[in-house]
């Protein structure tokens, strides 16, 4: 594991004994506690992310607008100054190139998207860069580090070492200090809660972690807890729900995709909408086991309908919960399915996501 980089705050996970992971090429903490008692903390408190892995891109420059417009589904245009938009990248067929969340800033745009599809998307941005004269990506997740401080406490924590950060509204960031270190922070998260993500220069991110850390009871929280939080909510995560096989359509986002507009895939997609999708992604629940990535679904009569694209336990209902794609025969809620997990078939059924009751 010694290749693999290391964010800013990689002495701290130390410090705090985490267990550390290879993930994506880069050393992070997975757990400090446990992951059920991190999940708790988030959901009745706060807990402290460290996602500096993300990676950020700068997209500035007069054509910048119109290159995001060309290879996103959702409208930019229509994002105002300090505003976010969820996005999907897509190829000419449809399919995923990534799934990326947008800020727009008064001098440019702030791309941050997922570590596991770096090198296929910005290949995918490069060939695509017609008007590089007119627009710049430079990528800063090298100088940049992410916290995301999540849960219902976490505006009150952050009050009191930052100035008025709950009048940031949903999907919005600010320029704020936090602690006396300029920061940009946003009212986000990927795990159904209240909360904030919180952008510094690499150099000051021990300094803001303590800070937020010593403002309140607040739990530092790996990727198992990150990872069961945003399964809870069924929100999809990329290289696991979504794939180079798979479209917008089959995993439930069309409603980000903005078709008044042009853009890379458009009418791939529109052909698929008219003649409609193969399979749906849905939400899918055990009354006993566990679903993992991977697992055949069965139907009643044990034939395979689909496979299981994400599961875990999840901490609040106590059984286990999943994402998985089913043939469109089968993806209506309550439709009874099965599981195979080592030889044995477990029975659950599809249900709607979240699976528990959003905060945000």
Known sequence: MGKEIRTPLFSIHKGLDAKIIAFHGWEMPVEYSGIIDEHKAVRMSAG??????????????????????????????????????????????????????????????????????????????????????????????????????QGPDSTAILSSIADRPGDIRFWHGAEILIAGIETYTTRSGYTGEDGFEIYCRSEDAEGLWQ???????????????????????????????ITDENNPLEAGLEWAIKWRKDFIGREALLKIKETGVTRNLVGLKLDRGIPRHGYDILDDKNNKIGIVTSGTISPVLGVGIGLGYVEPGYSHPDTKIGIMIRNKVYNGMVVRTPFIGGRT
């Open 48 to 149: 402290l992310f460290d996602v500096s892995h993300m990676n950020t891109l700068k997209i500035s420059g007069d054509g910048a607008l119109m290159f995001l417009q060309s290879i996103s589904t959702n409208d930019i245009a229509t994002c105002d100054v300090n505003g976010m938009k969820y996005s999907v990248v897509g190829r000419e067929d449809g399919t995923f190139v990534d799934d990326i969340v947008i800020i727009r800033k008064s001098n440019g745009f702030l791309l941050v998207t997922n570590t596991a599809r770096k090198e296929v998307l910005m290949n995918w941005l490069n060939m695509h860069n017609m008007h590089k004269e007119n627009f710049t990506i430079e990528d800063v997740t090298d100088n940049t580090a992410i916290l995301a401080l």
């Open 211 to 241: 800070s937020i850390m010593d403002a309140g009871d607040v739990k530092p929280v790996g990727l198992g807890a990150r990872d069961s939080l945003r399964l809870e909510m069924g929100y999809i995560l990329s290289g696991m729900d």
